[in-house]
């Protein structure tokens, strides 16, 4: 059985690699997409194409995933940069790196936060399906900062409350192209599959209702750095709703940024960080809150940006 994803060649992705690109654009590893290019899965107009091969704006893609409904298995391998920042009974919470899964799934063979925390010998709690234990929150590949896992039942029953009570404070930093008017403002828009590309995500009549916060936090000529907090947990959800005010999060090409100033900025990912997570701790209630500075990588994006301001 497979899953077949047909999409357009973005034109922020002209003259990459097969192998890069696609990573890039599906969220993918690159040792996942060359293998599907080696096996013949990866056809660009029609006809198959190597993983050293270049891609051209405008073609139209199709990738074959096998097997979509196997769960993947946790495999324990350390992971760069995941940082444990609190880790007790009932939960650990993590500040993961951009380019580390969740948890497996179907067509991912990167790393993963939950095989980060077995290589560290860190057992999560058994709820939840087989590939996701203790996961009750997640953040996209492309997207770093801090997750919160379940270590027990108890911890996985609060958790999974207190984000369906909206009792959890999530604080994301964004940096958007342009300049949002109002500077400080509620996106409130359903989200589900786009109607005709379902590899992302859309501002959909009849889709979840999803509601985000933001406040520009500070403006630069070309971009705005905002502070936005959830009302709800779409997937993709802050990078659809901003794309829909034609202010997509920077280096964002799946949902519109302009690669001519993703390039100007070094990112290679959208300009987007969970910075803040807080919840009332499983035990007692008693308020618990992390914090995670911006990693390298965006914060060479601002200081490119001030240095031109």
């Known amino acids: 059985m497979s899953d077949v994803r047909a999409l357009p060649v973005p034109e922020g992705l002209e003259g990459m690699r097969v192998d890069a690109g696609l990573a890039r654009l599906l969220g993918l590893s690159r040792t996942v997409v060359a293998s599907l290019a080696e096996s013949g899965a990866v056809l660009v107009d029609g006809s198959p194409v190597g ?22 298995a946790v495999r324990a391998e350390p992971v760069t940069g995941l940082r444990v920042l609190h880790d007790d009974a009932d939960l650990v919470v993590v500040d993961k790196p951009v380019g580390v899964a969740a948890h497996p799934s179907p067509g991912w063979t990167g790393p993963t936060v939950l095989g980060g925390l077995a290589a560290a010998g860190i057992q999560v709690a058994d709820s939840g399906a087989a590939e996701r234990h203790g996961v009750v929150h997640r953040l996209d590949v492309g997207t770093s900062g801090l ?154 994006a601002l200081d490119v940006l001030a240095a031109q301001a």
């Open 147 to 300: 997750m919160a896992v379940a270590k027990s039942q108890r911890g996985y029953a609060a958790l999974k409350r207190a984000f369906r009570d909206r009792t959890v404070a999530k604080h994301y930093r964004a940096l958007v192209q342009g300049h949002p008017d109002p500077t400080r403002g509620t996106i409130d828009a359903p989200i589900d599959r786009h109607p005709a590309h379902d590899w992302r995500f859309a501002v959909v009549a009849g889709g979840k209702p999803s509601v985000t916060h933001y406040e520009v936090i500070e403006a630069f000529p070309a971009a705005s750095l905002c502070d936005v907090t959830l009302e709800t947990g779409r997937t993709h959800q802050i990078r659809v709703h901003f794309a829909a005010l034609r202010h997509p999060c920077c280096g964002d090409l799946t949902y519109g940024a302009d690669p001519a100033l993703a390039k100007r900025l070094g990112l290679d990912r959208q300009w987007l960080h969970a910075a803040r997570l807080g919840f009332p701790h499983p035990v007692d209630d008693h308020w618990v809150e992390f914090t995670s500075p911006d990693p390298d990588d965006l914060r060479r």
């Open 51 to 72: 993983k050293s091969d270049r891609l051209a704006a405008g073609s139209w893609l199709e990738v074959s995933l096998t097997d979509p409904q196997r769960p993947a």
